[in-house]
């Protein structure tokens, strides 16, 4: 899920758009820049460093693949890959999907193949969001992209256990600089862990105590969704907005700088001919004295 990520971050700078392009860009509307969009981007990904990287990967991920296929039989490919593309879990989990699984598998109309089907739509969003992420923070700052591409890959995943958890914190430490402790961030962390605790109380009640608690499971789910979609909106926003403002910053410093330094430019010419007035005034002095 990392590779458009690190071609993102392997792909040379956008260039700044012309006045020209920009006028033609703004007349044709949101689809011509749509479109400029997906050329600029398709320019940019399709050189030497973004490419050599994409047919390393293919390369070497299919040579493992066939080679695990080779010693185990078709078995290695349908369970170490293929498996996971149409996996579906009726079985109560952290994700918001599987009440709804669980109940479609009740239905005498609704065939394996059908709910297969189901699985491999619910991958669309996954894919969209991995899209986003790696074209808005790649290229910013890498760690943090990946960071945020598993932290959405596993809260909008079919199934949800608790060591899905552990896919995103080991990425953690890497980016722990890009991110900031904000009362923000607190609150929806202490949502995070409400609603954990919620969705195991009512987890505990339906399989322990054999309590037909199903919907508030399947709303504890909802809710743990939901607060962990609002701490990651909380994590990046300061550190997606941090760059450009301290870029304006240094730019508006440097500017004052400037300005401060023209004006004692001009203090100092003044004082200088104030003091060459003084002393020319002086010299015609004693000159008629003399």
Known sequence: IYSLSFMVYLAPAMEKPTQRGQASSSAGGIAARIVNFIIGWAKRLLTAQPMA????????????????????????????????????????????????IYLT?????ITSAS??????????PQIMLLVVSSLGLAKKNLALALFAQTYLFVI?????????????????????????F?????????????SIGLWLGSAYCLEI???AVHRWNWLAS???????????????SPSVGSKSASG???????????????????????????????????????????
């Not at 203090?267 to 002086?282: E, P, T």
């Open 209 to 211: 105590r054999g309590m």
């Open 156 to 180: 909008h995943n079919k199934v949800i256990t608790g060591q899905y958890f552990t896919w995103f914190l080991c990425l953690l430490p890497l980016c722990t600089d890009a991110l900031r």
């Open 115 to 124: 709910i297969a089907l189901m699985g491999r739509l619910l991958l669309i």
């Open 105 to 109: 598998r009740s239905m005498p109309t």
């Open 53 to 100: 990287f994409l047919l390393t990967s293919i390369a070497v991920f299919a040579s493992l693949t066939l080679l695990g296929v080779r010693w185990y039989g078709e078995k290695a490919l349908q369970e170490g890959l293929l498996y996971h593309f149409s996996r579906v879990d009726h079985r109560h989990n952290y994700s918001m999907y599987w009440y709804w």
């Open 248 to 290: 304006d910053g240094d730019e508006n410093d440097g500017g004052d700088r400037d300005s401060d330094d023209g004006h004692r430019v001009a203090a100092s010419d003044r004082v200088a001919r104030i003091g060459g007035d003084n002393k020319s005034k002086n010299q015609r002095g004693k000159a008629k004295q003399q």
């Open 222 to 236: 909802v809710v743990f969704f939901w607060m962990n979609t609002m701490l990651l909106g909380a994590l990046l």
């Open 182 to 194: 904000t009362p923000r961030v607190q609150m929806n962390l202490a949502g995070v862990l409400l």
